[in-house]
Structure formats: C-alpha cells, structure tokens
C-alpha cells in the first residue's frame, strides 16, 4: 500500500476542513507515520480519519482529532508537554515534532499492555530516546518533572483534576475530554493566565474512554 500517498491525501483533506491551520501541526503530520502506530490487522485503515482498536479496548484517535488537540495546545518550539493516557505514542510523535529538538515530550500510561505497546512503537520509530514515557496513574499528573507548559489528556475525566492544574506553569495549558463514560463529554481547554486565573472554555462533544485511577473514573 502506497501509505506515503494517502498520508498526504488525509492530511490535505484536513486541512482543507480548516481542522489543521498550522503549517508546523501539517509538518509533524505527513512526517510521523500513523500505520507504524496501530495493530498489524488494522495497517490498511492507517489513513482513514477514525479511531482504530489498539490493546485493552483502548484507541488510537482519529487523524482529525489529533490536528485539534495539537491546534488547542498552541503548541511552541521548547514547549515542556505532558499526555496523560500515552496509548499508541503517536500523539507523542507528533508533539515532540512539533516543540523540537531542544526539549524531550513526557507521556504517561496507566495499562501495562497498553504501556508496552507504545514504548514499542517509539522503539522502532525512532522517537523512544526523544520522548520520557512512564507507566503509573497520570490522573496525578507526572510531578517528577513538572511543571509543563501543556499538558494534554487522551481518556475522559470526572473533571480536571487539581494536580494537573498546579503542574502547569502560568500562562500554561490543559487540554482534555471531561464527562461521563461512554456519556456526554466536551473538550475542555484550560488556561492558567500569567496572573494565575483559570480560563475555561469548551471546544465541542468527543468520545473518548475513561480515565482511570485517584482523580480519574472508578472501576
């Protein structure tokens, strides 16, 4: 299959949606190649713009909500970011594409399965020595290394949770699906202003699976 050509073809077509509007999130997308993040079965679908089934019922989003998310971030070059619920990495490659190469890009996964198979396909992407990934609860963030400027969270929360919030620098961001599983959920961006008031705004309903541990969704 000519994945290089539909890569192309997918990413024009996003475009011309209006849902990629920098020229610097289009780079990072014809550049990482999504049939490397996702289970041999589903290689065929790598460019169709729909979530595809990775392990333990997890997904891999949609092309065009990867191009919102990185949109929401107003992602820089130097960008300290952190993606809580990691699970392919690919979103991880596309970010670290983005913010350059003077700063590495964190991720955090909470299933080991699933955490395995990211840090794999880092492994042979060449992205693994690029980007710190860690298994544990990322409902807690990642204090190790804070604070970030952006922190993005690909599974749904009960809301955000405050660690996230004292993890980000002023003037930071936080992107992610709040609301119930499998129920209704926004896209919720967050700001931390310079003068350390919260701005909160929707960005439209998602589907995404629940986050799970301390601040997250019970079993």
């Known amino acids: 299959m000519d994945f290089e050509k539909q890569r192309k073809e997918v990413v024009g077509s996003l475009e011309r949606m209006g849902y990629i509007k920098d020229v610097r999130i289009k780079k990072a997308m014809?550049?990482?190649?999504r049939e490397d993040f996702i289970l041999p079965e589903y290689k065929?679908?790598?460019y169709i713009d729909t979530p595809l089934p990775i392990p333990e019922g997890q997904t891999i989003s949609a092309l065009h909500m990867h191009?919102?998310?990185?949109?929401?971030?107003?992602?820089?070059?130097?960008d300290k970011v952190l993606e809580i619920g990691a699970g392919s990495g690919i979103l991880l490659a596309y970010m670290k594409e983005m913010v350059g190469p003077k700063v590495k890009v964190f991720g955090i996964e909470n299933v080991p399965e699933?955490?395995?198979?990211?840090?794999?396909?880092?492994?042979?992407t060449s992205y693994a020595k690029k980007?710190?990934?860690?298994l544990g609860d990322g409902s807690n963030g990642l204090p190790k290394y804070a604070p970030y400027d952006k922190i993005v969270?690909?599974?749904?929360?009960?809301?955000?949770?405050?660690?996230?919030?004292k993890q980000i620098n002023l003037g930071g961001i936080i992107v992610s699906p709040v609301g119930e599983p499998y129920g209704h959920q926004e896209l919720v961006y967050l700001e931390k202003t310079k003068e350390g008031k919260i701005i909160r705004k929707n960005l439209g309903g998602v589907i995404f699976v629940p986050l799970k541990g301390k601040f997250g969704w019970k079993e």
């Open 30 to 33: 014809l550049k990482v190649k």
């Open 44 to 46: 065929s679908n790598a």
């Open 67 to 78: 191009a919102i998310f990185m949109s929401a971030l107003k992602l820089k070059e130097r």
């Open 114 to 124: 699933v955490y395995e198979f990211a840090k794999k396909n880092l492994e042979k």
């Open 131 to 134: 980007v710190k990934l860690i």
């Open 153 to 165: 969270c690909s599974a749904t929360c009960p809301k955000i949770p405050k660690p996230w919030i």
